[in-house]
Structures are given as structure tokens and as C-alpha cells.
């Protein structure tokens, strides 16, 4: 079900919602961001619109994992320019906290095009903070989608051989 969820988040548009202000005050964006800073100098930052010709483009979908026990957050941010690729799987709790399930992806991210892109290699904090979930109608079927701000840090290594290094980043997923 997870290759299913990766894919929809690849090829996939929803129906367009206009920026506004939610229901408790707050601006919706108009792009997706991130910023991840990787010990030893390297940084990802940029941004990536939260519409494609007008419609939406969904970063995280949420579906429950039997199992897991639990919802499974997973998805793809990739900037249109190909440079940069971040890919999550993450358990939610019934608090909607994560955590990097035993099997699956948890986090991963660097170039797009390179096979190696940096993971895990140690304990990971992971603080997920203005969680909110919409359906959105897909192809005359509805899917969870999420928007959220993900804050993480811990040793993580580039490929398979690297070398663990400590990684701090944030991503900031826009409400539809």
C-alpha cells in the first residue's frame, strides 16, 4: 500500500483550494519548503509550489496500516527543478506524533537523480507540529491527505557506506 501512496504523490492532482485563512488565524502558503542542514557544511533549502496549474500538489498522504497498528504518514517532496528529493514513512501515534517504523523508509533525502540519498543511522527526534488532515476528491475516489511542519535531528549517512553525521532540518508541508 505504501508504493500505492508513494505514486499518488507523484503523479497525482487535487482540486484546487485558494490560499485563505484557517480557522484559527493563520495564513495557508503557497509553496511547500524545506531546509535541512547536514554537518560538514552541505544544506537543502528551497521551496516548491503547493499548486501545479492550479491544482494542488499532495506531499503526504495518510492511510492506516494494519500492520502497524497505526496511520502511516508517507510521501514525496521533489523541487521541480530536480534537485532535491525527500521521502517519508513515518508511523503516527494517536496523538499524531511520529515515529520511523522498523520497516519502510522513514526518512530519506538529498539529490533526486542520485542513488545515494542520506537515512537514518542512528536515533532520530522527530517533532510534527500544525498537523491537519483534508480529503480531497482523486480520480472520483477520496484520499487523506496532510499538512504539517516536521522538525527532525539525529546521525544520518549518505548511502549505504557513509559516514553518519548529525542532521538538523525542518519541511513545511501547505495546507490545500
Given at each position: 500500500?505504501?508504493?500505492?501512496?508513494m505514486?499518488?504523490?507523484l503523479?497525482t492532482a487535487?482540486s484546487?483550494?485558494s490560499?485563505?485563512n484557517d480557522?484559527?488565524?493563520?495564513?495557508?502558503?503557497?509553496?511547500?519548503?524545506?531546509n535541512i542542514?547536514v554537518e560538514g557544511?552541505?544544506?537543502?533549502?528551497?521551496?516548491?509550489?503547493k499548486?501545479?496549474?492550479?491544482?494542488y500538489?499532495?506531499?503526504a498522504?495518510v492511510?492506516y496500516?494494519e500492520?502497524?497498528?497505526?496511520?502511516?504518514l508517507a510521501g514525496i517532496l521533489q523541487?521541480?527543478?530536480?534537485?532535491?528529493?525527500f521521502?517519508?514513512g513515518?508511523?503516527?501515534?494517536?496523538n499524531?506524533?511520529?515515529?520511523?517504523p522498523?520497516?519502510?523508509?522513514?526518512l530519506?533525502?538529498?539529490?533526486r537523480?542520485?542513488?545515494?540519498k542520506?537515512?537514518?543511522?542512528?536515533?532520530i527526534?522527530?517533532t510534527?507540529s500544525n498537523?491537519e488532515?483534508?480529503?480531497?476528491?482523486m480520480?472520483?475516489?477520496?484520499?487523506r491527505?496532510?499538512?504539517?511542519t516536521?522538525?527532525f535531528?539525529?546521525l544520518?549517512k549518505?548511502g549505504q557506506?557513509g559516514?553518519?553525521v548529525n542532521?538538523?532540518?525542518e519541511i513545511?508541508?501547505?495546507?490545500?
Amino acid at each position: 500500500m505504501t508504493v500505492f501512496l508513494m505514486a499518488l504523490c507523484l503523479f497525482t492532482a487535487c482540486s484546487k483550494d485558494s490560499d485563505k485563512n484557517d480557522d484559527n488565524g493563520t495564513t495557508t502558503t503557497g509553496e511547500h519548503t524545506y531546509n535541512i542542514e547536514v554537518e560538514g557544511g552541505t544544506v537543502f533549502n528551497g521551496s516548491v509550489p503547493k499548486e501545479t496549474a492550479g491544482y494542488y500538489y499532495p506531499v503526504a498522504f495518510v492511510e492506516y496500516d494494519e500492520d502497524l497498528g497505526s496511520d502511516l504518514l508517507a510521501g514525496i517532496l521533489q523541487d521541480a527543478a530536480g534537485d532535491f528529493q525527500f521521502g517519508l514513512g513515518l508511523a503516527l501515534d494517536s496523538n499524531n506524533q511520529p515515529t520511523i517504523p522498523d520497516t519502510g523508509i522513514g526518512l530519506t533525502f538529498g539529490q533526486r537523480n542520485s542513488q545515494n540519498k542520506y537515512g537514518p543511522a542512528g536515533p532520530i527526534e522527530l517533532t510534527l507540529s500544525n498537523y491537519e488532515e483534508t480529503i480531497l476528491s482523486m480520480y472520483g475516489e477520496e484520499a487523506r491527505v496532510a499538512s504539517f511542519t516536521l522538525q527532525f535531528s539525529g546521525l544520518f549517512k549518505l548511502g549505504q557506506s557513509g559516514d553518519p553525521v548529525n542532521v538538523t532540518g525542518e519541511i513545511v508541508v501547505a495546507k490545500p
